[in-house]
């Protein structure tokens, strides 16, 4: 395949969909008339809150986002996180030898009994050791900064994709459209999750509670026509 490799493979990006799909089915009456009306990150989350312990999906649109970001900077943050994380395992390789060096130093202390020089070898190796340790400690401190930071990152493009995709008005709101609109967040942008989603003609957005829904959104929109009109 030429260009850029697919972050998110369409097969992962269809299970995404369909898992989606499902609990908004399912669950469609709880959240639907909120999310509808939503114009803010708040309300977004708000909106969501009836469902967000249905899948660990939904943590990025009710996580606390950052102030502002881009997808760039995301990339960014990623490959620097990538960095720290290389830089963390040799760390913790190295603290591991300088455990075994320590070890072994006190070993022979205790197998050959009181000696200045070995002593002074286990002092040594102990000293190292322990700023090893410290190393490994300060770089476990800043990826999980850095990972806060993504998380926070993720949650301000995959929230900002949500409300703009309910701003567009260009589909018809529904949990099919919303599922092909965000299973690909946070990793590709809410256009692109719903064309790559809508060549798969997997699934229909005709369940009860779907039905439930337009019947009681057309009744409140007009509430003096009859019930044989609105249905």
């Not at 899948?55 to 760039?72: D, G, L």
């Not at 591991?96 to 070993?107: F, N, S, V």
Request: hydrophobic fraction near 35%.
């Amino acid at each position: 395949m030429r260009g850029r490799p697919q972050i998110l493979s369409d097969e992962k990006l269809l299970n995404r969909r369909q898992k989606l799909f499902e609990i908004f089915e399912f669950r469609w009456v709880e959240f639907a008339w909120e999310l509808q009306r939503a114009k803010s990150f708040q309300a977004l989350r708000l909106a969501l809150h009836p469902i967000r312990d249905f899948t660990a999906f939904f943590e990025t649109f009710t996580y606390e986002p950052a102030k502002e970001t881009t997808w760039q900077d995301l990339r960014a943050l990623k490959r620097k996180w990538s960095g720290e994380r290389s830089r963390l395992g040799l760390a913790i390789q190295e603290e591991r030898e300088e455990k075994k060096r320590l070890d072994r130093a006190e070993g022979a202390l205790r197998d050959d009994g009181s000696d200045d020089k070995l002593e002074e070898l286990c002092e040594q190796r102990k000293r190292r050791h322990a700023m090893a340790r410290e190393h490994v400690a300060g770089l476990t401190e800043r990826l999980e900064h850095i990972n806060e930071n993504i998380r926070r990152q993720e949650a301000f493009l995959a929230q900002s994709e949500f409300l703009d995709f309910l701003r567009s008005k260009r589909y018809a709101f529904n949990p099919l459209n919303i599922a092909n609109a965000i299973a690909g967040l946070p990793y590709i942008g809410w256009r692109q999750s719903m064309t790559r989603c809508q060549k798969d003609k997997g699934v229909h957005p005709h369940g009860l509670n779907m039905q439930m829904f337009r019947r009681v959104a057309l009744a409140l929109a007009n509430p003096s026509c009859e019930s044989r009109a609105c249905n």
